[in-house]
């Protein structure tokens, strides 16, 4: 039994969207599941998408149902309509869309809503996406609702509540001389700084958050939307899109030491874990972060499978501690003698398991607390870090959080009062596609630099980052997903098991060497992002039958593990969205680790590198042997400076 080409590179057999081009004289889009993409005019990202989107009580994004599709297209311009409906099994929202794109390079995007049943959601309409690149920190102009002109910037910084709000229309220059202006109708709208979530854009979204959410939108009640985009200026050809080969160069520049790496350790997948001790080790990883939350029943036994684990990989260990900080009804309080009491029960647990470092967060902290709201009750950060210190003398006392980096960039904690500092990610929090999960790595430069700014040179921690989403701060519990769909907020994604999901793993930890992270935790040992296969409540596709012992992301993060302590050295790359570079130099020799973060081929042209000696490549036609054995040699003939990197494949390469 062999894996499919679907299943190797996505982990489901779910068809890939397809995107249809769109061309109006100099202005470009792709269509995509009715919503736009890449809106570029003369060659130059203008826009990184329009859509029209409709979301649930949860915050889960619906995959719409398109019908009745007709796409026109002339030398005047272009023009799309279409039919959708959104339902689940208690409820149903139809629109329809129209987009006109015309040889001046202004479009029209414009919805026609009605419920058809009572509806209930958090947002339904339109968000516009902006672009990071030639963005971030740039002069954009804001038309308010009451008609107010401001002159402002982009945040360069992430921006933790809402930069803009009451908007009807921005414009900013996309290229000297040109302006583009975005008008947005149908009720108020503000921005949000997207990059919070990892999303590689400021998303500008209808309907303000101060309102009330979720909402009803009664049976039979219509709405109607559209965004306009104009040009004021001359626009000139820019240079066409991926013409010739990525180039890489390599300078002899120390820009950072590499991180040490871990794997997560959820509890309920800490005996698996233990059944595949072997192959685990075989991935170096420096550490484990070992999940415990007594809300969960978590207690003695799972601490000391903590322990095994960790003596059987030879790792240090990690404590991700929730305190429950709940008061007798069950409510968020800061009192500090339930405080102390939750500590206690924390550190009896541990009883003989020596973790090196401890991060603490009440219970509360994982769940989303809106700009402008209140934070229920919770310990003091002082407080807090004060009884961890006191229940686990020994160790490196430190926290932040353990939900996502927006929820750390909304209550910082003082820098003085810990050891380090930490947070975790996901990156389909607001979208399940393919190019938006690869997109997300654009956005962590932008995360590290923030956090870098109020932590106050404290010791950099990423936490347990994955594909799958392990908790939901926006909603109740992350999707299931029994159709192994790709899908937003899904607690189980189908590409942790794909090349897609090893290559974004890759570029992750790319970008975080190159930040000069001291440590970063991606996957897990075992469960819907572990490196290592082992049985679970869902389906995994060809691996449940075919004998697979690991995931194709236990590469990459082996690559990276052997490469601890190595100097990093500067990379500069033309392509840096679809290909991510890493030169390190360590004992003697150097490794350039290549990701294609695309699901086309990518040729890259290598450059101050030197002559390769050696080369190892995940792709296609390694997978199947790499997953039923790790110790498999990976090994490619390499000549010439030009790698032909075949998609989301990973290349390492040495001199």
């Not at 947070?423 to 430069?445: M, R």
Request: aromatic share 8%; charged share 20%; glycine share 8%.
């Amino acid at each position: 039994m062999h894996p499919s080409p679907s299943i190797m590179l996505f982990g489901t057999e779910e068809p890939v969207g397809a995107m249809t081009p769109l061309k109006a004289g100099m202005l470009e889009a792709s269509l995509d599941a009715g919503n736009l993409r890449y809106i570029t005019i003369g060659g130059t990202e203008a826009l990184r998408g329009i859509a029209f989107l409709v979301r649930d009580k949860n915050w889960g994004t619906y995959n719409p149902e398109i019908s009745n599709l007709d796409i026109a297209q002339s030398d005047d311009g272009f023009t799309v309509t279409y039919d959708a409906v959104c339902r689940d099994d208690e409820q149903s929202f139809r629109y329809a869309a129209r987009i006109e794109g015309r040889a001046d390079g202004s479009l029209t995007f414009s919805a026609e809503g009605e419920a058809l049943t009572d509806f209930v959601t958090n947002r339904t309409g339109f968000v516009v996406l902006h672009a990071l690149a030639g963005v971030v920190g740039e002069p954009v102009t804001v038309e308010h609702t009451d008609g107010r002109i401001v002159e402002s910037r982009f945040p360069e910084q992430v921006d933790p509540a809402c930069p803009f709000q009451d908007i009807r229309a921005l414009s900013h220059e996309i290229a000297p001389g040109l302006t583009l202006s975005c008008r947005m109708e149908g009720d108020a709208f503000e921005m949000e700084d997207h990059r919070n979530w990892m999303d590689a854009s400021y998303k500008t979204y209808v309907r303000p958050l101060a309102k009330p959410w979720p909402y009803t939108i009664a049976r039979g009640e219509t709405t109607t939307q559209s965004v306009t985009l104009t040009l004021a200026g001359a626009a000139s050809a820019g240079a066409a899109a991926g013409a010739g080969p990525v180039v890489v160069t390599v300078a002899d520049e120390t820009i950072a030491t590499m991180p040490r790496i871990g794997l997560a350790v959820p509890a309920e997948h800490a005996q698996a874990a233990l059944d595949r001790a072997d192959l685990l080790r075989s991935v170096g990883a420096d550490y484990l972060v070992c999940g415990f939350d007594p809300r969960k029943g978590h207690g003695a036994a799972d601490m000391r499978r903590f322990g095994d684990l960790g003596k059987a990989l030879g790792a240090e260990l990690v404590l991700e501690a929730i305190v429950p900080c709940l008061d007798a009804d069950g409510d968020p309080t800061a009192d500090p003698d339930i405080l102390k009491h939750d500590m206690a029960l924390i550190r009896d647990a541990a009883d003989g398991v020596t973790f090196a470092r401890v991060a603490v967060s009440p219970a509360s902290d994982l769940k989303c607390t809106l700009p402008g709201s209140i934070f229920p009750p919770a310990p003091s950060w002082q407080d807090l870090f004060a009884e961890a210190r006191a229940a686990f003398p020994n160790a490196s006392v430190g926290g932040g959080m353990f939900s996502y980096f927006t929820e750390l960039n909304r209550k910082r904690p003082p820098a003085e009062a810990l050891d380090f500092i930490c947070h975790s990610g996901c990156p389909i929090v607001h979208a399940g596609d393919d190019i938006s999960v690869t997109e997300t790595l654009e956005a962590l430069p932008s995360i590290f630099t923030t956090v870098r700014a109020f932590a106050g040179g404290k010791p950099y921690w990423i936490f347990p980052a994955a594909v799958s989403m392990r908790d939901n701060p926006y909603g109740a519990v992350p999707a299931e997903n029994p159709d192994n769909i790709r899908q937003a907020m899904n607690r189980v994604d189908p590409r942790d098991r794909g090349l897609l999901g090893a290559a974004w793993y890759s570029g992750y930890l790319a970008h975080a060497a190159r930040a000069g992270l001291e440590a970063v935790t991606l996957a897990a040992v075992a469960g819907p992002s572990g490196v290592v296969y082992s049985p679970q409540d869902h389906a995994q596709p060809w691996f449940d039958d075919a004998g697979a012992a690991a995931m194709p992301s236990l590469f990459p993060l082996r690559t990276h593990a052997a490469l601890k302590n190595g100097r990093v050295m500067r990379t500069d790359t033309t392509g840096p969205r679809d290909v991510q570079a890493l030169a390190v130099e360590h004992g003697g020799t150097r490794t350039l680790v290549l990701s294609n973060l695309t699901g086309t081929p990518q040729p890259v042209r290598i450059e101050g590198f030197g002559s390769v000696t050696g080369c190892a490549i995940l792709d296609e036609t390694s997978f199947e042997a790499f997953c039923r054995d790790p110790a498999t040699p990976l090994r490619r003939d390499q000549t010439g400076p030009v790698v032909e990197l075949a998609p989301y494949a990973i290349a390492v390469l040495t001199v």
